[in-house]
């Protein structure tokens, strides 16, 4: 059974992956209401991330003297104030001002909770702890975002954004009546903190996350066209191919988390990597048969999430008085890897070239990411 704390943060994991994701699916939808063009719109996801990216480190620097308890309730308070400016403002700047700090406390709650969910958990069973507070992002991807997107559609993407809210002020008083209090996780300084960031270790992780984790959305953020041009699937059959996407997401972290307890996650990383490629040069070669599309959406989601509590048990692991600021690390290293994922994706599909080609690319940074995972197992043997 699935303990009430770790369930809280699972339901702040859930709002955070609803709030991120939804984005993509209502997009047109909201450039329609403002009156502006779909590249516009698109700086409402790009500002997202980058809150992402420089609250992570910020926020976790100056919180770290209180009670995580205190820090995970501010951070869903902070999340679901701007998260219901942003379904309410008329206005496209206070839009994007309000979409840049619903982003900020993403990688910060990341970071705080999963060293919190291992704090909860058994000898043994850390990876597994931190695996139940990420299924609430996977199952935002199975039932938020499609629920969201739905809601933006046949409604309104203001009601999308202001339930996002409602839910993160449902994570705020979960941990408020579900989380112990606690004592700060770290007495060490703000310099001792950052200088985590100085090692050989620290920019290896971020490399692994930054560029391996790029491969998964050098896939996902083309899966549509993929599907429609490629494979010959029906528009009205993609919600169907991102609920397979979301339910192997689900599996994948789990299972990853399980590995992780197992082997180690140094190399559970390795393994769910070369998973990872193998499901991408598949699904390059076999993306125009159907039944094989639709499998290997499902077996793709599995292998893309599966990674995801081993990476963050390795963040800790590598971080010793720092475990926070290297988790919110990794979270900003994940959004760094969503850029440059659908970035390079994007330009053989500019090129010309056809829709499994960001596949190809995928592949390539996987590569990249599995060859920096084994120097990284070079490194540890040297230092222990």
């Known amino acids: 059974m699935i303990k009430k704390n770790l369930l809280s943060l699972a339901l702040g994991t859930f709002a955070i992956g609803m709030t991120e994701f939804t984005m993509m ?17 698109g700086h409402l996801i790009s500002l997202y991330a980058l809150g992402v990216v420089i609250g992570s480190p910020i926020l976790v620097l100056f919180t770290a003297k209180y009670s995580p308890r205190k820090v995970l309730i501010f951070l869903m308070l902070l999340f679901a104030v701007f998260n219901g400016l942003f379904a309410i403002s ?19 709650f990341f970071g705080v909770g999963s060293v919190v969910a291992a704090s909860f958990a058994e000898e043994g069973k850390k990876a597994q702890a931190i695996a139940i507070m990420v299924t609430g992002m996977t199952v935002a991807n199975l039932i938020g975002v499609p629920l969201g997107t739905y809601v933006g559609h046949h409604f309104s993407w203001r009601y999308t954004y202001l339930l996002i809210s409602l839910f993160g002020l449902l994570s705020m008083l979960s941990i408020y009546f579900w989380i112990p209090k606690m004592q700060p996780l770290t007495e060490v300084s703000k310099k001792s903190q950052l200088a985590y960031f100085k090692t050989k270790k620290a920019w290896v992780i971020i490399a692994i996350i930054s560029i391996g984790t790029g491969g998964l959305f050098a896939w996902l953020s083309y899966i549509a066209p993929l599907m429609t041009e490629i494979t010959k699937v029906s528009e009205d059959g ?6 397979l996407v979301g339910l192997g997401m689900i599996i994948g972290n789990l299972l990853g988390g399980k590995l992780a307890d197992i082997i180690t996650p140094q190399k559970t990383v390795i393994v769910c990597f070369i998973f990872m490629l193998l499901c991408l040069l598949v699904v390059y070669f076999t993306a125009h048969i159907p039944f094989m599309s639709y499998l ?16 963050q048990m390795l963040l800790i692991d590598s971080a010793k008085g720092s475990e926070s600021m290297a988790a919110a690390g990794g979270q900003s290293s994940f959004n760094l890897g969503n850029t440059m994922g659908a970035f390079f994706g994007g330009l053989p599909i500019t090129y010309g070239f056809a829709y499994n080609s960001p596949l190809l690319i995928g592949v390539a940074m996987v590569t990249i990411g599995i060859c920096f ?10 230092t222990n």
């Open 296 to 311: 290997m959406a499902f077996t793709t989601g599995i292998a893309g999430f599966s990674c995801s509590s081993p990476i």
């Open 238 to 243: 993609i919600p169907f191919i991102m609920v």
């Open 90 to 108: 008329p206005i496209y700047s206070v839009l994007l001002i309000s979409r840049f700090m619903a982003g900020l406390p993403h990688g910060a």
């Open 25 to 41: 699916g209502i997009l047109p939808d909201i450039a329609k209401d403002l009156n502006i063009d779909i590249p516009s719109a």
């Open 373 to 382: 995972s084994f120097y990284y197992l070079v490194l540890l043997k040297k």
